[in-house]
């Protein structure tokens, strides 16, 4: 079971670019959601899924977008990449949303914007 | 505020045992997760603890004091392969989880 996968597994991107980064997993999970993580600080919440169909804003959505075509599947677009958007990008899926639901981390995806 | 807090970086000896502390000021409460995070890879589920005491799992355990905003992860009979940073999360009323900025764990033979 290959669990969760993201691509690209790195990326450097010129600001004012569009990019999409991809998130699949294959657990049949219904809750995913998109973090950044930088030095220093804790993950931070991009957006959420809670189930297909369904998106949320999380702490820090502003830049980017998510869709959630179906249960697999979590994009997360960056419109116009700004050099503060250089991260390393977690995508993680739990079972639901709700108590004590573990959640699981792609590989991760580390962006530089120049 | 929502705030989490743990130490930046500890150093322990192989085959000792540390205690990594983590105290939170969130909106609500549902629980609270370790998680374990290698360098350069993704966090990794440890624990959790959502009612008052110790979870133990093998060499790790985990303690939760909710009146007094308190966590601290165990690890005993410690290894290199224990050398990560360990993550502190707590889920809030809505589920959704605030991290601590982590402590990097150095082990020295």
């Known amino acids: 079971t290959a669990g969760i996968t993201q691509a690209p597994t790195s990326q450097i991107l010129a600001a004012g670019r569009s990019m999409t980064l991809r998130c699949t997993q294959d657990m049949r999970h219904n809750a995913m959601y998109w973090y950044r993580q930088d030095l220093g600080l804790g993950l931070r919440l991009i957006h959420y899924s809670n189930t297909a169909g369904t998106t949320g804003k999380g702490e820090v959505p502003d830049g980017y977008s998510v869709s959630r075509a179906n249960t697999d599947d979590f994009p997360l677009t960056l419109a116009s990449a700004v050099p503060s958007q250089t991260s390393v990008y977690f995508c993680a899926s739990s079972e639901t949303s709700g108590e004590s639901n573990e959640q699981f981390f792609g590989p991760g995806t580390r962006l530089t914007v120049l | 505020g929502q705030n989490i807090d743990q130490p930046t970086e500890m150093t322990a000896t192989e085959g000792a045992i540390v205690q990594i502390n983590c105290t939170y000021q969130t909106s609500g409460f549902n629980g609270l997760f370790w998680y374990q995070q290698h360098a350069g890879e993704a966090p990794t589920f440890l624990s959790y603890?959502?009612l008052d005491g110790l979870e133990e799992k093998g060499r790790f355990s985990s303690f939760l004091s909710r009146s007094k905003g308190y966590s601290y992860l165990l690890l005993k009979e410690l290894q290199m392969k224990d050398s990560a940073s360990y993550l502190c999360?707590?889920?809030?009323?809505?589920?959704?989880?605030?991290w601590g900025a982590g402590t990097k764990l150095i082990i020295k033979p």
């Open positions: 603890n959502v």
């Open positions: 999360a707590v889920s809030e009323s809505n589920y959704q989880l605030i």
